[in-house]
């Protein structure tokens, strides 16, 4: 069973900058991180889960929410098994848990019921 394990959350400053990272295990072979999307979400308090990004299997596209285009960037690096999550100019309502998530599915963009396993999180705030 595939196991994502998220990590780079913490406390920054309203414009800060973190990175994420989404560290995939657990493939069956000859099957690795390339054969697969992956999405990162968030989910605030008292709020519902929201799609912010996510990156293809196949050609690497990508595709962001509004909320975060021009401030987020996602990238893989498929040889370490890992997704990462670049966030600059983080703004208060960027506060959430931040998860990542694995689809099997070939729909571009995925939508949230096509993902099939799930990271625990990691906490961002944004707070001064």
């Known amino acids: 069973q595939v196991q994502l394990v998220e990590s780079g959350g913490g406390l920054v400053q309203p414009g800060g900058s973190l990175r994420l990272s989404c560290v995939l295990s657990?493939?069956?072979?000859?099957?690795?991180?390339?054969?697969?999307?992956i999405g990162w979400f968030r989910q605030a308090p008292g709020k519902e889960r929201e799609g912010v990004s996510c990156i293809s299997a196949t050609d690497g596209s990508t595709d962001y929410a509004d909320s975060v285009k021009g401030r987020f960037t996602i990238s893989r690096d498929n040889a370490k098994n890992t997704v990462f999550l670049q966030m600059h100019s983080l703004k208060p309502e960027d506060t959430a848990v931040y998860s990542c998530?694995?689809?099997?599915?070939?729909?571009?963009?995925?939508?949230?019921?096509?993902?099939?396993?799930w990271g625990q999180g990691t906490q961002v705030t944004v707070s001064s």
């Open positions: 657990g493939f069956s072979s000859p099957y690795y991180l390339g054969y697969y999307a």
């Open positions: 998530a694995v689809t099997y599915s070939n729909r571009w963009p995925p939508t949230l019921i096509d993902y099939s396993y």
